[in-house]
């Protein structure tokens, strides 16, 4: 196990945190949370052995295998799938020794090696890392390419697909979904799930923390503690105890009365009922969660746009693309104030595409944009972090676009976003991502938008940052447009989803949480058509038309299953949190006191009871999800 005892930490003179004292067992799955700065990756270059503790004692076992996430983007010139290999360090030790018996001849030594390379699975390795490398998104024959050929997000990709191949005891991920879009995330999700070691996961995505994670630990005003349960079930912890603290009940009812103007203004129009009954989804929600994040230095909300016209854009008949290539067609879409548009479909359908068209940034290679004479659009883009002036201060770009404003009123406004004082004043060439991204939404905000166009704008942001730009989002009076692998984002800013796939957009008829399970029948449907066609077929239009209806009457025959299945993981996410809510009962010591036998030996029975429970709904999930899959094929 890894055992840490009254450890401290030090970043030059800056106390990280002090006598944290936890052990983390083989085979958990831990989540590690706290501010920008707080000390999470330190704590992880301890466990590399690159610094050391302050004080106090950090073991793990010397024969543990330790895997990690590199932060540095390679510039190799060999195939990505080469690269990826190199993760399985062993492996590529057996493979050189087993060159150099063949060379000198050493039959029984080649003899042996072959028996140890089928022992450790080095005959499986390269469709082991294929399958890595796609899963992350990578396009089939992408694998053969030089590294050094892709952009710095992809090599990322590879770099934590390398970090995945090998076998190790633990696993050490330092914000992994930071360049996936939301179809990787949640493979992602999925394969770490099934992964045997110990895994410690650095990560601001709470749905990926709540799915992945059996432990948190979380670090705050100088102590490290580790908590039983997801993400949600931490937050719970934290808020029951922070709930009675007066602030916490102040700030928890101003945000609860934040949303709840929204639906007493809405409730009674027909036309906004979808969105008021969102918005009373989303207030269950922040009334359980509010007290937890009372001490966020993060404070602001959408000022009203000046104008909202009604359209305030039209897109009638457009096609888009790049280089030739037209990726979208006859794209037909209507924004007006008030619609909460959230994007899916699968990597390269085009979400990114239709931002860009939207935001003026490309245009139509046929069809009409038709925008309304106030529009005034707020875009954010990856790409704009590299646009703000490095030499400046958050300050001084503030003062660009306010300069009869006063300076302590812009002050203010950007302490709201996490520049205080100094920090206001301090040029934006070493910000970190984080910094950069909380100043491109400061000045976007400041600028009363009518239509926000949102790319991955919760990448580098941490959790009470996204909890922030989730509570503005609720009371914003305008159009809003996003694509963000961000699911709690998703799930509380949206009220429609719209699906892009096929070079069109239509409507996600399902929830969020139906989008995985759509994925996945969309991509034996393209295994399906891929190995037909490598057979003799008609490729006349009509046979296309047939092969459509063919895959639509299936889709229609396996709704119910899907939906049963679906029912099932609810049942499943509702049975885990009561699990997780009963083992941090048990968790606490003063129940196993002599005086509290009673309700320990009802706590007992309850776990019992619920673990027979849980056992039986994941063999009907388990059944099901067979019979859906053999059906299907």
């Known amino acids: ?26 085979g958990q799955r831990v989540g590690i949370t706290g501010a920008n700065g707080s000390g999470k990756s330190s704590l992880f270059a301890l466990i590399l052995e690159r610094i050391q503790a302050d004080s106090g004692d950090f073991n793990r076992p010397g024969d543990w295998v330790i895997a990690h996430l590199a932060q540095e983007t390679p510039t190799d010139p060999r195939a990505a799938i080469e690269y990826v290999l190199d993760g399985d360090v062993e492996l590529r030790q057996v493979e050189a020794l087993l060159a150099e018996a063949e060379a000198e001849e050493q039959g029984a030594r080649v003899a042996e090696l072959h028996a140890r390379l089928e022992s450790i699975g080095g005959y499986r390795a390269r469709a082991r890392a294929a399958r890595l490398i796609h899963g992350l998104g990578f396009q089939p024959g992408e694998e053969e390419q030089a590294v050094a050929t892709f952009s710095g997000g992809w090599r990322m990709r590879l770099n934590l697909a390398r970090a995945l191949m090998c076998r190790a005891d633990l696993l050490l991920l330092d914000e992994p979904t930071n360049h996936l879009d939301l179809d990787a995330v949640i493979w992602l999700e999925n394969w770490l799930k099934g992964f045997p070691g110990t895994l410690l996961l650095i990560s601001h995505d709470r749905d990926f923390l709540d799915a992945v994670c059996s432990h948190i630990t979380h670090i705050e005003q100088g102590g490290a503690t580790l908590y039983s349960g997801n993400y949600s ?34 409730r009674a129009k027909a036309t906004k009922a979808r969105q008021a009954q969102s918005r009373l989804k989303a207030l269950e929600r922040m009334q359980l969660i509010a007290p937890a994040h009372v001490d966020s230095p993060f404070h602001f909300e959408f000022r009203k746009p000046e104008r909202n016209p009604h359209p305030l854009l039209r897109l009638e008949g457009c096609a888009a693309g790049y280089a030739g290539r037209t990726v979208l067609h006859a794209v037909e879409l209507s924004l007006s ?20 068209l939207l935001a003026g940034e490309l245009e139509p290679l046929q069809g009409s944009y038709l925008a309304a004479q106030d529009l005034r659009i707020g875009y954010f883009a990856q790409h704009q972090l590299d646009q703000l002036h490095t ?3 958050p300050l001084q770009h503030l003062s660009r676009l306010a300069p009869k404003a006063r300076e302590q009123e812009l002050r203010d406004y950007l302490g709201g976003f996490g520049f205080p004082g100094e920090l206001a004043e301090r040029s934006v060439a070493p910000f970190s991502g984080g910094e950069k991204a909380r100043l491109v939404l400061a000045l976007l905000v400041y600028q009363r938008p009518n239509l926000l166009l949102l790319d991955e704008p919760t990448n580098h942001l941490d959790l009470e940052m ?10 914003y009076e305008g159009a809003m447009v996003v694509v ?11 009220d429609q989803l719209l699906l892009v796939d096929a070079g069109g957009i239509v409507e996600f008829q399902q929830e969020l949480d139906a989008y995985p399970a759509w994925l996945v029948e969309r991509r034996r449907e393209e295994s399906a058509t891929a190995t037909s066609e490598s057979a003799p077929v008609e490729h006349s239009a009509a046979a296309r038309k047939a092969q459509k209806r063919e895959q639509a009457e299936r889709r229609r025959q396996l709704q119910p299953l899907r939906e049963q299945l679906l029912k099932l993981e609810r049942q499943l996410d509702e049975l885990h949190q009561q699990q997780a809510r009963l083992e941090l009962t048990l968790a606490d010591a003063s129940i196993y006191q002599p005086e509290n036998k009673d309700e320990l030996r009802a706590k007992l029975a309850e776990k019992a009871t619920l673990d027979r429970r849980l056992t039986e709904v994941e063999e009907r999930w388990f059944s099901l999800s067979e019979t859906l899959e053999s059906e299907a094929e």
């Open 391 to 393: 030499e400046l201060t």
């Open 1 to 26: 196990m890894l055992r840490f005892r009254q450890l401290s930490l030090r970043r030059g003179g800056r106390l990280l945190f002090s006598d944290a004292s936890f052990d983390i067992h083989p």
């Open 484 to 494: 963000s692998h961000d699911r709690h984002l998703l799930r509380t800013t949206s």
């Open 466 to 475: 996204r909890h922030s730009l989730s509570l503005a989002l609720q009371g």
């Open 233 to 266: 079930a931490f937050e719970r912890s934290r808020a029951e105890r922070l709930a009675n603290q007066q602030a916490a009940y102040q700030k928890q009812q101003r945000e609860v009365a934040h949303i709840r103007s929204y639906v007493e203004r809405f």
């Open 337 to 356: 104030p008030g619609d909460r548009i959230g994007l899916l479909g699968p990597n390269g359908a085009g979400k990114s595409t239709l931002i860009k």
